[in-house]
């Protein structure tokens, strides 16, 4: 799909839509892997939040039975806390005979830890479905959790027919009844940073919160006995003054600055070309560079949550639609999406790609050539477009993917 350069391109009608909808012109949200407050809370609160992702828990806090690492930042820690790792997930199911997926008894995610032998998670021979799925970053996710719904549907509607992505809309954890459109996590299981963090706390750490107050199963089997902490665990007590543990989690995550750009990389002529070159063969329909995040006042997630000035109408640059894909690698797995789903991915944030050491959910990509070669699907005509490039345009593509 090469496309000629339009003077208002996907982002440029979004930009030049902007001032018309807000009052406020939007500006560039802070970036920098510093571990320093964007401003949401403060620096003080912010170190204190941090700390609290990056404790490890222990059995008398809760921990397990079932669990996969002792503290948040265990997974998302690489160059800084919040951002992401190598550290990979397990989820397996089977098919019935119609061909629907069926996840594993107890749900699809196997924990890889246990504090006892006996509850030890595993695959059985019946899964043949096995997919393995990376640690994202949360850093910026305050700014992606303040975008408003129709900024998705708007860039829908700018994609072509073929390469439309799919919009879940998905219940918030926090606002029973309500639902918004999905925008975290591999297959969009979530809206907000509090439900995704309830999750969290309870799928990879074994910890339950007033809005997931239920231990996970080993392979479908009660763990209660191997619990002596009643649940829910993580409550706020007089001793904890700044209230639950997850509410620390999501202060922190609301907090991070975006990923920044590699600022000498990102003013080379190569890297400059490359980004030219990365919206002529049309990677942008999916990794849309900017996105403007919902003016501050707005009410979000369900009613429980007013966008603040520092989140709000702010300038974000994930490359990314946070929209589900087929690309011709999807895991299989069914989640919160339906059956449509089991081969869709969301479009990773290329935001920050430079700090990882390899791609893709499965992370079984390790260079960026591999990693656009392995799209076809939906992406089928832009990756051939790709490969229809002169190696000159290619090394330029690599320079600008490079100084993100
Ligand atoms: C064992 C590793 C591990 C631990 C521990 C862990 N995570 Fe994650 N995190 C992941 C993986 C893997 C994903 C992607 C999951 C998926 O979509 O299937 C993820 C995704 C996320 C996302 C979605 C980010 C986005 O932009 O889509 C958030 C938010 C998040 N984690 C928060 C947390 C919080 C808060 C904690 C601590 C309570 C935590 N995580 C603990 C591995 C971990
Ligand atoms: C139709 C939507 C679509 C188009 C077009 C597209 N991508 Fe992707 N891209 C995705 C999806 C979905 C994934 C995740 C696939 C997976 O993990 O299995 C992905 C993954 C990636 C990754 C790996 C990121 C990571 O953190 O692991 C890179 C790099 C990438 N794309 C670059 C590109 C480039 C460069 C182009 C243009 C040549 C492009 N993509 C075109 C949807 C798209």
């Known amino acids: ?39 949401f809370e403060s620096q003080t609160q912010f170190d204190l939040d941090l700390a ?109 027919p073929t390469m439309k992505g799919t919009i879940l809309r998905v219940p918030l954890s926090e606002a029973p009844g309500q639902t918004r459109i999905a925008r975290f996590g591999w297959k969009d299981q979530h809206a907000s940073l509090l439900s995704f963090a309830a999750d969290a706390y309870l799928n990879e750490m074994g910890i339950t919160s007033p809005l997931q107050p239920s231990e996970n199963t080993s392979n479908g089997k009660s763990v209660v006995q191997f619990d002596a ?27 991070t600055k975006a990923p920044a750009r590699d600022p000498v990389l990102a003013a080379s002529p190569g890297a400059q070309a490359g980004a030219g070159v990365f919206h002529q063969v049309g990677c942008d329909f999916c990794h849309v560079a900017t996105i403007q995040t919902a003016p501050a006042g707005t009410v979000i997630n369900g009613g429980t949550f007013t966008v603040p000035a520092v989140l709000g109408d702010k300038m974000i640059h994930p490359f990314s639609d946070f929209m589900l894909h087929d690309v011709g690698t999807g895991d299989g797995i069914v989640q919160n999406g339906g059956q449509a789903t089991a081969r869709k991915l969301r479009t990773p944030p290329l935001w920050g790609l430079r700090t990882r050491s390899r ?46």
């Open 359 to 404: 791609f893709m959910h499965d992370l079984a990509t390790v260079s960026y050539e591999a990693a656009i070669l392995r799209h076809a699907g939906e992406a089928g005509p832009v990756i051939q477009s790709y490969r229809n490039l002169r190696p000159q345009q290619r090394s330029q593509l690599m320079q600008f993917l490079r100084s993100l």
């Open 1 to 39: 799909m090469m496309r000629a350069r339009r003077w208002a391109p996907v982002l440029g009608s979004l930009f030049f839509a902007a001032p018309m909808v807000y009052a406020v012109i939007a500006v560039e949200a802070p970036a920098g892997y510093d571990n320093l407050s964007n401003g």
């Open 52 to 160: 609290e992702f990056n404790n490890r828990e222990q059995i008398a806090d809760g921990l397990g039975p079932l669990y996969n690492a002792q503290s948040c930042g265990e997974c998302h820690e690489t160059p800084v806390s919040g951002a992401g790792s190598q550290v990979t997930e397990l989820r397996v199911g089977r098919l019935d005979p119609s061909g629907n997926f069926v996840e594993h008894s107890g749900g699809s995610l196997i924990n890889d830890r246990a504090i006892d032998p006996s509850i030890q998670e595993q695959a059985t021979r019946d899964d043949t479905i096995i997919a393995f799925r990376s640690s994202l970053s949360i850093l910026g996710d305050g700014y992606v959790e303040a975008i408003p719904d129709d900024a998705f549907t708007r860039i829908q509607a700018n994609q072509p």
């Open 229 to 255: 902490i009643s649940d829910p665990e993580d409550v706020a007590t007089p001793s904890a003054p700044h209230g639950t543990d997850i509410e620390a989690f999501v202060r922190f995550m609301r907090s």
